[in-house]
């Protein structure tokens, strides 16, 4: 669905990811045999255009958008928004909340498994010495959100028994958000609603909220609460796109503007 609509718009075919045809790359997501098609790209100094869901109002149908990134997996929300940007942002009608400058917990959401091992690293290792570090740097609470692609029976097994976090009984983010003195996560969208709702993060890996926080777990008693969020969301909303946005070439043309 995203690549057709991306295809038309940029007047090119929708092809199989493999042999590798001359070219730049779009994708959607990193599966399906995509990720050695990445790779080869990368290796080969090839532009190669990223999709997936929206750091904004993300969804699976017209109405939602989804994320188009130029030699990133994701954008980290630097640079000037124009005013164009800035209209894309105001369109999305989401409000900024004041920075949290108290909180009793701090919210990990960690990378799902297979997310880790499509691009090499473990999520289990990245979770056990995330609480490791943050044990060593604060005793708030740590209150742990694991996606549902997890799927493990014992999950908090691998954390030891230091410090070990409380799981999470919430449905929603925002329910934990509520209270939290930070969120912590490697790359995950969770990041920009935590910014959005005034909730310092931390990201260990870049990503659409870098801009916005730190990456340093030593520092999580004294987390980011400055810089122009405002400036950011709508450097995000322009690198996302309806559907429709895609199909009649606004997406492409915005692509080929960006720096």
């Known amino acids: 669905m995203v690549c057709n609509a991306f295809a038309q718009g940029a007047k090119t075919d929708v092809v199989g990811p ?5 070219g730049d790359v779009f ?6 045999g995509l990720l050695p098609t990445l790779r080869q790209a990368q290796r080969e100094g090839r532009k190669w255009y990223y999709s997936d869901n929206a750091y904004f109002l993300p969804g699976k149908d017209e109405r939602a958008y989804f994320r188009i990134t130029k030699n990133a997996l994701q954008h980290d929300g630097s640079g000037k928004a124009t005013a164009e940007h800035l209209q ?3 369109a999305l009608k989401l409000q900024i909340q004041p920075w949290r400058t108290s909180g009793e917990h701090v919210v990990i959401c960690p990378p799902g498994r297979l997310f880790g091992a499509t691009f090499g690293f473990s999520a289990d290792t990245w979770l056990e010495d995330t609480v490791e570090r943050l044990r060593s740097f604060t005793d708030r609470l740590l209150i742990l959100r694991r996606k549902m692609s997890w799927n493990d029976a014992k999950p ?16 929603l983010l925002s329910e934990d958000l509520a ?9 995950s969208n969770s990041a920009v609603e935590a910014v959005l709702a005034g909730v310092p993060v931390f990201c260990t890996h870049p990503c659409g909220s870098s801009e916005m926080g730190l ?9 980011r609460t400055d810089g122009d969020r405002e400036n950011w969301a ?4 322009a690198h996302q796109w309806r559907l429709s946005e895609m199909r009649d070439g606004t997406a492409w043309r915005m692509l080929n503007e960006a720096a």
């Not at 493999?18 to 001359?22: D, R």
């Not at 209270?179 to 790359?187: D, E, I, R």
């Not at 990456?215 to 987390?223: G, N, V």
């Open 156 to 171: 908090l097994e691998i954390l030891g028994s230091r410090g070990m976090p409380k799981a999470s009984v919430r449905t």
């Open 179 to 187: 209270g939290a003195w930070a969120l912590v996560t490697h790359s």
């Open 88 to 90: 894309r942002w105001h």
């Open 234 to 237: 709508s450097i995000l909303a």
């Open 18 to 22: 493999a042999p590798l045809k001359p």
């Open 27 to 32: 994708m959607y997501g990193a599966l399906r």
């Open 215 to 223: 990456s340093d777990l030593s520092k999580i008693e004294t987390p």
